[in-house]
Nanobody
Framework: QVQLVESGGGLVQAGGSLRLSCAAS????????MGWYRQVPGKQRDLVAS???????NYADSVKGRFTISRDNAKSTVYLQMNSLKPEDTAVYYC???????????WGQGTQVTVSS
């Protein structure tokens, strides 16, 4: 099992920055990839960014050039640096880990990001 705890959400004005953190615990050596998803009410949860064990990153087109995903292996923590935030970035952001030979998903509790115009 893998447990995830997120932090760093909040309220920011358009054009501002926030950094989200996600600390993993449990069977961290089974993690294949980690990422961030976001969800607004009434819509599906969408991938924002991900990073594999090998360091390969992937971003949604809407955040390319503004968001950066990174990791600190020593702390078992993944970060999402969000710059040039827009009101449409407002959502609940969820940390995700895919682990084990069947790439099982684990989720954090979610953290609210609100960008005011």
């Amino acid at each position: 099992q893998v447990q995830l705890v997120e932090s760093g959400g909040g309220l920011v004005q358009a054009g501002g920055s926030l950094r989200l953190s996600c600390a993993a615990s449990g069977n961290i050596f089974s993690i294949n990839s980690m990422g961030w998803y976001r969800q607004v009410p009434g819509k599906q949860r969408d991938l924002v960014a991900s990073i594999t064990r090998g360091g390969t990153t992937n971003y949604a087109d809407s955040v390319k050039g503004r968001f950066t995903i990174s990791r600190d292996n020593a702390k078992s923590t993944v970060y999402l640096q969000m710059n040039s935030l827009k009101p449409e970035d407002t959502a609940v952001y969820y940390c995700n880990a895919r682990h084990g030979p069947r790439w099982i998903d684990s989720w954090g509790q979610g953290t609210q990001v609100t960008v005011s115009s």
